[in-house]
């Protein structure tokens, strides 16, 4: 053990004293070197194809979008233009079938106890309600000129105020809210 302790102090006074020299260093020194190195480092490829990829994906997503827009707004309009289309079609039969609904109620004026014209009668008027074809009602009323044609004017008394329709020429229809044709009637003044 003697023999260690010497080489141990044989190490000591052979060696030099030698100089160690520290230099100072601070946190913000230490960002600061972080930053100029990510500032000065070129951005990596794979950070350029992730930017251009996620600009693609913006772009396909908004243009999706704006498809899916265009589509359910051609639906919307495909839809009512069939609906108008209907609706044109169906007034346009109905205007056709009105003079047999004519002759039909001035039949039923010149023999209204004949069971065959009562019948047919109900027959359209039930077809008209099934359709949406509805007559415009009139003695009574006072005149409108939407739903009312005056074709005669006649004096006003007790039974009848002015403006009243006292006697219907021919009938009025609606097919829907639309006129298809107004009533022509006869009015009080």
């Given at each position: 053990m ?10 000591t ?13 601070s946190?913000?020194?230490?960002a ?9 480092k ?5 950070d ?10 913006a ?19 495909a ?8 609706r044109t079609?169906?007034?346009g ?9 004519d002759a ?6 010149h ?9 047919l009668a ?11 074809v ?15 044609s005056a ?6 008394d ?6 009243t329709?006292?006697?219907e020429?021919?009938s009025g229809?609606?097919y829907g ?13």
């Amino acid at each position: 053990m003697e023999d260690e302790n010497k080489n141990i102090d044989n190490n000591t006074e052979n060696t030099e004293p030698q100089s160690v020299s520290v230099e100072s260093v601070s946190v913000n020194d230490a960002a600061k070197n972080t930053n100029d190195t990510d500032a000065n480092k070129p951005e990596s490829e794979s950070d350029k194809l992730i930017g251009e990829l996620q600009t693609q994906i913006a772009d396909l997503t908004d243009k999706y979008m704006r498809a899916v827009a265009e589509l359910e707004n051609t639906r919307r309009r495909a839809g009512r233009d069939a609906e108008s289309a209907a609706r044109t079609a169906g007034m346009g039969i109905t205007k056709k079938i009105l003079p047999v609904m004519d002759a039909v109620d001035a039949a039923l004026k010149h023999a209204p106890d004949d069971d065959g014209i009562k019948s047919l009668a109900m027959a359209m008027e039930s077809a008209f309600a099934q359709i949406g074809v509805v007559k415009i009602e009139s003695i009574g009323q006072q005149l409108n000129p939407q739903f009312h044609s005056a074709i005669s004017v006649v004096p006003a008394d007790d039974a009848h105020p002015t403006n009243t329709i006292i006697e219907e020429m021919q009938s009025g229809y609606m097919y829907g809210d639309t006129v298809l044709r107004p009533a022509m009637v006869v009015v009080a003044k």
